[in-house]
C-alpha cells in the first residue's frame, strides 16, 4: 500500500495549499490524467492546430507520391503502396517535436508555477502533455489514412492491420516523447527545442526505410539503415497494414519503445524538476 510522505513542520502562508512531496503511482497518474484533459482541450481552443494537423498529411502524400514516385518504381500507384506506412510514421515523428516546442513554451510563461503551487504530483504536467500530445498524433494518424484512401491506397491487411499499425506508431511516438520533452527541459528558448529536434529527427526519418529500401542505399549507408528503430517501426507498419509478416519487426518496435522511454523518461522527469 503506498504511503504519502509529507514535508515535516514548516510555516506555511496562510492560505498556501498543502503538497505532498512524494506521492503513490495511482495518484500521480490520475493527476496526470487530469492534465491531459487540459492539454486536448487546448486543441479545440486552438482550431488553426487541428488545420495544421489537416493540411500537413495531404502536402506530404501529395509531393511524395506523386512528384517522386514515377522517378522511385516506374510508377506512383505501387510507389504510393510502399510509401503509406512510411509517411505516416514520418508525420507522427516530425509530430513529437511539438511536445518538447509546448513544454519549453509553458516554462517561458510561468505556467509551470502555477502548477507547482497546486496540491498535484510534481511530474503531472509533464505526463498530461505527453497524454495529450497522443490525441494530436491519432488526429495525423486518420488524416494521413484518408488521404491515402482518396488516392487509392487499399491496405490488405484490413482493418485490424491498419489498427495495429496506428497504435504500434503511437506507442514509439510515446517513447520518442519523452526525448522530446528532454530536449525541451533543457534547451533555453523553444526555437532551440525545435532546431536540436530537428538535428535528431531528421537523420532517424530519412535514413530509415520510410522512403527507400535500405538495400538501395549505399553500402555504408545499408546497414545503419537496416538497424534504425525508425526502419523497424515502418517495416512493422507496412507488413500489419500490407498482409505481410509483421512479427520480427513488431517485437524490435517494442524493444526499442521500452529501450527509448527506459533512457529518457527519468531523463525528462529530471530535466523538468531541475528547472521548475
Known amino acids: 500500500m503506498s504511503t504519502v ?10 492560505g498556501a495549499p498543502h503538497v505532498p512531496e512524494r506521492l503513490g503511482p495511482l495518484v ?7 492534465l491531459t484533459w487540459r492539454s486536448v482541450l487546448k ?3 486552438n482550431p488553426e492546430e487541428v488545420l ?8 506530404f502524400v ?31 515523428i516530425f509530430a513529437t517535436m511539438g511536445t518538447g516546442f ?12 502555477r502548477f507547482r503551487s497546486l496540491p498535484i504530483a510534481r511530474s503531472a504536467p509533464l505526463i498530461g502533455a505527453i497524454l495529450g500530445d497522443l490525441v494530436r498524433y491519432a488526429i495525423t494518424v486518420v488524416m494521413v489514412l484518408l488521404v491515402g484512401l482518396a488516392i ?21 511516438a510515446f517513447a520518442l516523447c519523452w526525448m522530446s520533452a528532454f530536449v525541451g527541459m533543457l534547451a533555453r528558448t523553444p526555437m532551440a527545442v525545435q532546431s536540436f529536434a530537428m538535428i535528431l529527427l531528421f537523420p ?11 538495400d538501395d542505399m549505399p553500402g555504408w549507408l545499408a546497414p545503419i539503415a537496416a538497424n534504425n528503430p525508425v526502419t523497424h517501426v515502418v517495416d512493422a507498419m507496412r507488413a500489419l497494414m500490407l498482409d505481410g509478416d509483421a512479427g520480427g519487426p513488431v517485437a524490435w518496435t517494442l524493444v526499442w519503445a521500452v529501450i527509448i522511454t527506459a533512457i529518457f523518461f527519468p531523463l525528462a522527469v529530471w530535466a523538468y524538476r531541475r528547472r521548475t
Not at 52 to 59: D, F, K, N, S
Not at 204 to 214: D, I, Q, R, Y
Open 5 to 14: 510522505t509529507t514535508r515535516p513542520s514548516t510555516p506555511a502562508s496562510p
Open 28 to 34: 500521480t497518474m490520475r493527476h496526470g490524467l487530469q
Open 43 to 45: 486543441i479545440k481552443a
Open 52 to 59: 495544421g494537423l489537416m493540411l500537413q498529411p495531404v502536402m
Open 62 to 92: 501529395t509531393l511524395f507520391v506523386f512528384v517522386f514516385g514515377q522517378a522511385m518504381m516506374g510508377d506512383w500507384q505501387t510507389y504510393r503502396d510502399f510509401l503509406m506506412p512510411g509517411i505516416i510514421a514520418q508525420s507522427v
Open 102 to 113: 509546448t513544454l519549453s513554451q509553458d516554462v517561458e510563461k510561468g505556467i509551470f508555477d
Open 152 to 172: 487509392g491506397f487499399r491496405p490488405e491487411g484490413g482493418v485490424v492491420g491498419v489498427v495495429s499499425a496506428a497504435g504500434l506508431i503511437l506507442l514509439f
Open 204 to 214: 532517424l526519418t530519412f535514413g530509415s526505410s520510410a522512403f527507400v529500401s535500405p
